[in-house]
């Protein structure tokens, strides 16, 4: 199994910005390079089922976005780099989750029920 980890969580006043950053290993467990794998971000509040966020293709020429987050959130990638991010700007109290990177091998896979998890990191946002 492919280990993702993110960072860049913390705590932010409504309308302030966060960066999330998930580190992945360069190959998977088949030798396939983690750079050909589409990735995306999912969240999960207290007493919530978890929900898409953002996806991203394995070249990062197609991406995909909540409704929720549609203009305030980014997702790229640095594929030399082996890193997928996620610029979150104008934050609302209800963007509070823990956020998980995800990765599969097919685009439409990441966005449904991808194959691979992080541990997730918290963001959280003030009124």
């Known amino acids: 199994q492919a280990p993702l980890v993110e960072s860049g969580g913390g705590l932010v006043q409504a309308g302030g910005s966060l960066s999330l950053s998930c580190a992945a290993s360069g190959r998977a467990a088949s030798g396939r390079s983690l750079r050909t794998y589409a990735m995306g971000w999912f969240r999960q509040a207290p007493g919530k089922v978890r929900e898409f966020v953002a996806a991203i293709n394995w070249s990062g020429g197609s991406t995909d976005y909540a409704d929720s987050v549609k203009g305030r959130f980014t997702i790229s990638r640095d594929n030399p780099k082996n890193t997928v991010y996620m610029q979150m700007n104008s934050l609302k109290p209800e963007d509070t989750a823990v956020y998980y990177c995800?990765?599969?091998?097919?685009?439409?896979?990441?966005?449904?029920?991808?194959?691979?998890w992080g541990q997730g990191t918290q963001v959280t946002v003030s009124s």
């Open positions: 995800a990765a599969d091998l097919t685009y439409v896979g990441v966005k449904t029920r991808p194959d691979y």
